[in-house]
Nanobody, 121 residues
Framework: QVQLVESGGGLVQAGGSLGLSCAAS????????MGWYRQAPGKQRELVAT???????YYADSVKGRFTISRDNAKNTVYLQMSSLKPEDTAVYYC???????????????WGQGTQVTVSS
């Protein structure tokens, strides 16, 4: 059983910074691509950033230059450092991972429970 447990998030003023982390727990698996998505009230969930096991990254245009995704493969953990935050960054942020295991073929996708980020103006 694989679980993604997020931490961080909270309330911050516009222009401030905040960090999120997401640790994959369990045994007998290896996370490949990991990423962060977000969902604002009344909107669809959208991709924020992704990172491969080799640390190649992708960012949505809306966060490029302000957010940084990173990972620690030894800890099965992905991070999202957010700076120059804007009120429109307010959303529930979800961690995502494609997980490889000998117990199944290919990658299975797992999601974290979500963590609220609120940016006040």
């Amino acid at each position: 059983q694989v679980q993604l447990v997020e931490s961080g998030g909270g309330l911050v003023q516009a222009g401030g910074s905040l960090g999120l982390s997401c640790a994959a727990s369990g045994s007998g698996f290896r996370p490949n691509a990991m990423g962060w998505y977000r969902q604002a009230p009344g909107k669809q969930r959208e991709l924020v950033a992704t990172i491969t096991r080799g640390s190649s990254t992708y960012y949505a245009d809306s966060v490029k230059g302000r957010f940084t995704i990173s990972r620690d493969n030894a800890k099965n953990t992905v991070y999202l450092q957010m700076s120059s935050l804007k009120p429109e960054d307010t959303a529930v942020y979800y961690c995502n991972a494609g997980v490889r295991s000998t117990a199944w073929a290919g990658d299975r996708v797992y999601w974290g429970q979500g963590t609220q980020v609120t940016v006040s103006s």
